[in-house]
């Protein structure tokens, strides 16, 4: 179970890492193309350590890049929200938002963990994840209580990602064991903190928080939008393409 739990902690982070480092040298200014390049690396650098951990866990002789670049789509255990596309930088922020108030609130609480290993990769990463909260949050307010092209944007983005945005509060079967066993945190007092994050940023932003709407799932168990195959056939090619390829 906990090998499981942590190759998704660390998919997820993999792939959300890869979709901004796609930004590099396309931001909107200097300034948000290098903040947007820091948090990809930031996510790299929690990736690794989950991706070692969990080679350790298996114990079968996998490295941390086998498990990157030499697995199938289906054995990936990301939340579809971090697989869609960037789409403008209203997309892209939006996306970010929704997932740093999730991390934030997991990371936070995951430093209590009984597993120690689990605890410190979250301890280190936390600092990180209450900068990116900061800068996402910040950027949604900029763009809705913006111009009108920019409150267009975001909440075209609002519309596009949103329905995204509740798998990542549905405990797969894995997590509600491991919650039980006390590893983890139940998920239900999270949701209610990301609300509580969500609304008091879209009231400053003059946004609407969308109300009923279907929520899409099936990353985490394995089933995903084709985007993630898009992503995975550039970020494994020069693994597969040359088998244990070193720097």
């Not at 990301?78 to 922020?93: C, K, M, R, S, W």
């Not at 740093?100 to 597993?115: A, K, M, N, T, V």
């Not at 549905?170 to 139940?186: N, R, S």
């Not at 879209?202 to 168990?221: D, R, Y």
Request: charged fraction near 25%; proline fraction near 3%.
């Amino acid at each position: 179970m906990l090998l499981d739990y942590t190759l998704q902690l660390a998919d997820t982070s993999l792939i959300l890492g890869h979709r901004l480092s796609e930004w590099c040298g396309h931001g909107p200014i200097l300034e948000q193309d290098l903040a947007m390049a820091n948090i990809a690396l930031d996510l790299l650098g929690e990736t690794r350590s989950l991706y070692q951990y969990a080679a350790e866990l298996e114990g079968q002789g996998r490295t941390e890049d086998d498990l990157a670049y030499l697995r199938d789509a289906v054995e990936y255990k990301n939340p579809l929200l971090v697989e869609q596309p960037n789409g403008d930088f209203a997309d892209t922020i939006l996306r970010q938002f929704l997932f740093d108030g999730f991390h934030f609130q997991l990371l936070q609480q995951l430093q209590q963990s009984p597993e120690q290993r689990l605890a410190a990769i979250a301890t280190k990463s936390f600092k990180e994840a209450s900068y990116h909260l900061k800068w996402s949050s910040e950027w949604v307010i900029r763009l809705g209580d913006g111009t009108e092209e920019s409150k267009r944007r975001i909440k075209k983005a609002i519309n596009n990602l949103w329905m995204y945005s509740g798998e990542l509060f549905m405990m797969t079967e894995t997590e509600k064991q491991l919650a039980q066993a006390g590893y983890i945190p139940e998920y239900a007092p999270l949701l209610q903190n990301w609300e509580a994050h969500v609304k008091k940023v879209f009231a400053e932003a003059t946004l609407e928080v969308p109300q009923n709407v279907f929520m899409h799932k099936g990353g985490k168990t394995g089933r995903h939008t084709e985007q993630l195959g898009y992503i995975l056939a550039e970020l494994q090619y020069l693994q597969r393409a040359h088998p244990g390829l070193e720097w």
